[in-house]
């Protein structure tokens, strides 16, 4: 089973950005769809951006789309997660999670999560 940890979350002003990455170890990243999730205090774990296996396709939550970029570096075995112009309601506990057969957006149906990294937006 694959490994994940997550790291790049911090506190930014509104507008600001932030780079997100999980580096994966135990098994290749190619080998698994991709995904972030994010989960906000007293709120249901979400589906931001979720990535195929062959990584032809990217599927974004609609309040991130145009903000977020999701990709993903085999040779490092790491995806990431670009934020630009962030905003107070993306504030959460960011996770990546994989799975070697599910590319979709619910989370539960993901095997592996890493520990996840807080990001604070501020106003």
């Known amino acids: 089973q694959v490994q994940l940890v997550e790291s790049g979350g911090g506190l930014v002003q509104a507008g600001g950005s932030l780079r997100l990455s999980c580096a994966a170890s135990g098994r290749a990243v190619s080998a698994y769809a991709m995904g972030w999730f994010r989960q906000a205090p007293g709120q249901v774990r979400e589906f931001v951006a979720v990535s195929s296996r062959s990584g032809t396709s990217t599927n974004y939550e609609d309040s991130v789309k145009g903000r977020f970029t999701f990709s993903r570096d085999n040779a490092k075995n790491t995806i990431y997660l670009q934020m630009n112009n962030l905003r107070p309601e993306d504030t959460a506990v960011y996770y990546c999670?994989?799975?070697?057969?599910?590319?979709?957006?619910?989370?539960?149906?993901?095997?592996?999560w890493g520990q996840g990294t807080q990001v604070t937006v501020s106003s």
């Open positions: 999670a994989a799975d070697l057969t599910y590319s979709g957006t619910y989370y539960r149906q993901y095997d592996s």
